[in-house]
Every structure is written in structure tokens, then in C-alpha cells.
């Protein structure tokens, strides 16, 4: 670069790809940064860029109009950061159950909560329930229950956020991705001995409120559901489908109505198919040591905007947990609660996670479909991970669309790019017919040749350590939450 400083903005006429000069200072390149040429860019930063320059920039999704959000200096920054971001104040170990205990008023409670906490911290690791879905349409019906439960749910996410470190949050973390699991496990009337829904799930809130955690985590435990050796019955009504459907995603319910694909039924006799799905490690790769990013990032954009655009009634994730719980939470629309649901992915984002709770973005639960009705060993595998790693993965790509499909050129018809897909089926259907098929009719030999290549658990196959080369060259910003993600082996939960 000849010392020369260019501009971070992807796509400016002063970056390294410019037709114009670079800047010799960083105070030139900053008051370049703080004009008009780039208020309406600043989502196109390349922090690989400011990382080589030594340029400081503020993150946060509040400062993206910010005229003056780029420091010289990283102690400008965290001046910047304590005025502007200041962390969510801490509250005492031994009062953080509080939080949760006063959150609705109730005069005759006792206080479990020391119990609870040790319960969960002994339970932490277990096999996933045996249902996948929940009581969580019922909410919708009654305004009352539907207040408390997204009041506890609210008041988990400022427990987290309020411990003094990472590792005294663990068992809150347990209990916001266990909260629909415990508080709206599907049980029969036998079982809830022929009492109402609405009470059950009013008892099992009061429950959680006092944190008697092992008697409603067993009682979900010991709700079975059918079979899962034997294939799923027929189901006329599509319940999923309007379930879509009722929440104006008409898209996916056209999907489900029309889906060809049957869920395999996972046992003894296919086991063996469903283990060679996932391939074996790609060889180790060696690159050059990384440095540490000279600051750590806040996350970008409006985490609660995308949680509000998320389509309802998805798939559940290991501990049925719904992106459902947040879409609802979210659109209360209160501030308070939506700054905590921010900070809360913003914790992730950084990694700041407990070990014990690092499962939670890393395992699946694996169900399969058949590709081919007359050959049942064709399975196509799907692995659905929490419900919290789904929302904070799609508000990530969302985010940096543009960015990651500038770093693909001139190879992406994909990210970023509306249609991108369609474009690539027409195109390929239209060279099949101009090129193959029009020469056949006219008994000539065709002038191209068409190859349609499957490549088998393709994303298993792809090499970590490249992953994380690429990810610290290009998206150091993202290292954190790649690590927290990828890092380590994770574990693939079945039926």
C-alpha cells in the first residue's frame, strides 16, 4: 500500500480496487469517512481493512448513521463505547434468581430458587424430549397466560445479561432455551389428570417462577410420544400447513401442502445409511498464525427488526424450542425488553457464552426425508439447531449480504442477488433446450453438454481451518462467533 491508507468501504473510488488515491493520514481518511459520500454505506465496511490500518470503528447498530463513529485510537473507542454503549449493570450472584422471582407478583411463593439453579446445573446435559411440538399456539388465546409467560421469558434474558461473568450465567442460559420445553410440554389428559390447558400451563409458569425446576423438567420428561421406529401416520389436516398459513406465510404452507418428501423413519435397519450421510473430517490444513482483531466488534445491525420479519411456525429446535417464542416477545415492542433481547445477541456475537452452555449453538437435531419414494435409502438429512443460533445466523446473512456476495464475485448468483436462484434454473434450462435439445429434434449432434453434480454432505465436507482463514482475512469482525460455532465437534441428536 506504500503507507497509503485506503478507503474500508467496499465499492469507494478511494478503497484498494479505487480508481482514486488513497489517503496519507488517518485523520484525512476518517474526515473522508464522516462526510456524505458514505452515509448511506456504512454497512459496506471491511473491517479486514481497518484491522491493517489500525482504524477503530463503532459497531454498534444505534451508531451506523453516526457522522462520528471512527477513532484513531482504541482508548478513543472504549471513551466512545462507555458514553454512547454502556454494559447493562451487574446485579450480586445471589440475587440474580430474584430477577426472575419478583417478576410477577405472587404473595404466597417460596423461593426454590437454590435448588433450581443446582438442579439445572446437575441436568444440564441430557437426551432431547420426545416431543417436538408444544402448547404454544394456546398462548394466543389466552392474553393473560401469553403475558406471563413472555414476562419470565423476558425477565430470564435480563438475568443473563446482569451476572458479573460469563460462567455465573449458565443455568440461565439453560432455562431461556428449556422455558417452552418446560412450560408448554404437550401433555395427555391422563397425564394432566383431565385438568385445562390453561391450568396447567398457569401452574407450570408459577412453577418456574419459584424455581422448582425438577418437578415440571420431569414432568416433561416423562410425556412420550409415538413410536418413532414405526413411520408417522397419515395426516389429512396438514396442521402444518395452516399453521403457516394462519400467520400469512402462505409461501411455506404452499411448500408443505405440496411437499412430495416423506420424514424417513430413522432405525436399525437404516441406521448404517444415515451414518455415511456424514463423511469423515477433511484433511488438516495448515495456515500462518492469526493476530487477534484490534477490537472487538459489536453486533451489527438491528437484531429485533429481523426477529420481527422472521416467519412464524418453522421447525422446533432440540429442546422444542420455536423462533415463535421471540417473533412474540418481540413485537410487544418494548424498548426495554428488545435493548436486553440486543445485548443478549450481542453476547453471543462476542462469545461471551458459558462452556457448559456453548451446545446450545453447536448441536443439531437430525431428522431425514426421502428423496426417492421407490428407493428409501436415498435420504436427504436436515439438522436444526436452536432456535436462538437459527435467529442470530439469519440476522448475520441478512446483515452482510452485501459484503458476503462481493467476496464471492464473479462467481455468485446466489447471496445477496433477488431471484438469484430462479436466474441460474432458467438459464440452465434454456442452454439445455438451445444447445441439446433443439439439435436432437433436427437429428444433429448437440453442442454442449449438461453435468448436474450431488455432491454428498457437502457442507461436512468443506475445511474448518479454510473456514477460519477466510473468516479471519476477510470477516475478522466474525471470528468470535465462528469459533463459538465451529471450534468444536458438535453432537447430532435423532428419533
Known sequence: MNNLLPCPVTGCKHSKTGSSHAFQTLTTLIRHLHSHDHTQSQHLIDHSICHEINLYSCSHHTCLNNPRRFFQSKRALIDHNATFHPQHPTTPTNELSNIIFTSLPHSHLQNHWTTGVQFILEHYNHEPPHFRSTWFYCLSNNNKLKQRYHTIQAKIIETIISTNSTNESAPFWWLLVHLELLVLAPSSKKLRNNEAISKVISQRLTDIQSGQIEIIFNEAFSITNRNTTNPPPHNNGNR?????????????????????????????????IVEKLYSPPVPHRTFPPHTAPIQIHHLPGDICQTIKHTAK?????????????????????????NN?????????YQGNIPHQARKFF???????????????????????????????????????KDRFGE????????????????????????????????????????????????????FN??????????????????????????DQPADVHFK
Do not use: W
Not at 406465510?249 to 441406521?271: D, K, P
Not at 465436507?461 to 465451529?486: A, G, K, M, Q, W
Open 340 to 348: 436486553n433481547i440486543t445485548t443478549l445477541f450481542n453476547l453471543i
Open 240 to 272: 402444518a400447513a395452516q399453521l403457516a398459513a394462519d400467520s400469512d406465510n402462505y409461501s411455506t404452507a404452499i411448500n408443505r401442502i405440496c411437499a412430495t418428501n416423506t420424514i424417513a423413519t430413522i432405525n436399525n435397519n437404516n441406521i448404517s
Open 362 to 400: 453447536t448441536d443439531t437435531y437430525l431428522f431425514c426425508l426421502h428423496k426417492d419414494q421407490t428407493n428409501l435409502s436415498k435420504l436427504r438429512p436436515i439438522g436444526i439447531p436452536t432456535a436462538i443460533r437459527r435467529i442470530l445466523a439469519s440476522h448475520i446473512a441478512i446483515t452482510l
Open 407 to 458: 467476496h464471492l464475485l464473479p462467481f455468485n448468483y446466489a447471496v445477496g442477488i433477488k431471484g438469484g436462484m430462479d436466474f441460474i434454473i432458467k438459464a440452465m434450462q434454456l442452454s439445455i433446450e438451445k444447445y441439446i435439445i433443439s439439435p436432437q429434434q433436427q437429428s444433429k449432434l448437440p453442442s454442449r453438454a449438461a453435468a448436474f453434480i450431488d455432491l454428498t454432505n457437502m
Open 313 to 337: 411456525h418453522k421447525g422446533t429446535g432440540i429442546n422444542a424450542d420455536s423462533i415463535d417464542s421471540f417473533i412474540t416477545l418481540v413485537n410487544l415492542n418494548n424498548k426495554t425488553i
Open 461 to 486: 465436507n468443506i475445511s474448518r481451518e479454510e473456514l477460519f482463514n477466510i473468516v479471519h482475512n476477510h470477516f475478522p469482525e466474525l471470528t468470535p462467533l465462528t469459533t463459538l460455532i465451529y
